[in-house]
């Protein structure tokens, strides 16, 4: 149990739509990066967030984009929805030097 | 983006062998990590190792940091059932919250 939640757990969209995954963590969580992995794959750093600014970018493009806020939780916003977006998309939460894991939300783009 | 050349990319095994397995990379990474997988989870870590040359055991999983710095080796000894699931490699530029450079993953499966 890492104590970092991620809702929905499954989520099916047509292409052109938007999407907004959330990931909420505990106390203490400074960092939250989100992570997209396609399937048999590894994950892929999309973005981090700290003290609610983006601290760095991995390659994707701008119609990623995320929030943080206060409480701990944060989210992960697509536009324009593409069909390869389709994958599990993962927030990590850092704690003391290390990121732990939510289950993810798997997103089909159809 | 980079992913990590892991290998095998799958293994099928008995119970009670032992499992090895490699992450290479092109680039020097100056923390690498192991995590692993199960069906409709995230990634849990296993082993962080933080300096080239470092040998570091958990329980059974004994992971080494190469001298190059640009690669890292797992091995599972007597493995039993709930070793099953994806081993991935982890890179980092520096200790801490940064980003993960992850590796394509092994599959290890145990026959029955």
């Known amino acids: 149990e890492t104590g970092v939640t991620q809702s929905p757990t499954h989520l099916i969209k047509t292409r052109g739509q938007q999407v907004t995954l959330r990931c909420s963590s505990q106390?203490?969580?400074?960092?939250v990066s989100w992570y997209q992995q396609a399937l048999g794959q590894g994950p892929q750093f999309i973005f981090q967030?700290?003290?609610?600014?983006?601290?760095g970018r991995g390659n994707f493009p701008p119609r990623f984009s995320g929030l943080q806020f206060p409480n701990y939780s944060s989210e992960l916003n697509v536009n324009a929805l593409e069909l390869d977006d389709s994958a599990l998309y993962l927030c990590?939460?850092?704690?003391?030097?290390?990121?732990?894991f939510g289950p993810g939300t798997r997103l089909l783009v159809l | 983006g980079q992913q990590l050349n892991q290998s095998p990319q799958s293994m099928f095994i008995q119970e009670g062998e032992d499992v090895s397995m490699n992450c290479t990379s092109s680039?020097?990474?100056?923390?690498w990590l192991w995590y692993k997988q199960d069906p409709g989870e995230g990634p849990v870590l296993l082993i962080a190792?933080?300096?080239?040359?470092e040998l570091t055991s958990n329980g059974r999983l004994t992971a080494q940091f190469g001298i190059t710095r640009k690669d890292s080796f797992l091995n599972i000894s007597a493995s039993i059932p709930s070793d099953v699931g994806i081993y991935f490699c982890?890179?980092?530029?520096?200790?801490?919250?940064?980003?993960?450079?992850f590796g394509t993953g092994t599959r290890l499966t145990i026959i029955p």
């Open positions: 990590a939460s850092g704690f003391q030097e290390t990121q732990y």
């Open positions: 106390s203490g969580h400074n960092t």
């Open positions: 967030y700290y003290r609610e600014e983006e601290n």
């Open positions: 680039s020097i990474f100056n923390t």
């Open positions: 190792l933080y300096k080239a040359g």
């Open positions: 982890a890179g980092q530029l520096n200790f801490g919250n940064e980003k993960l450079t």
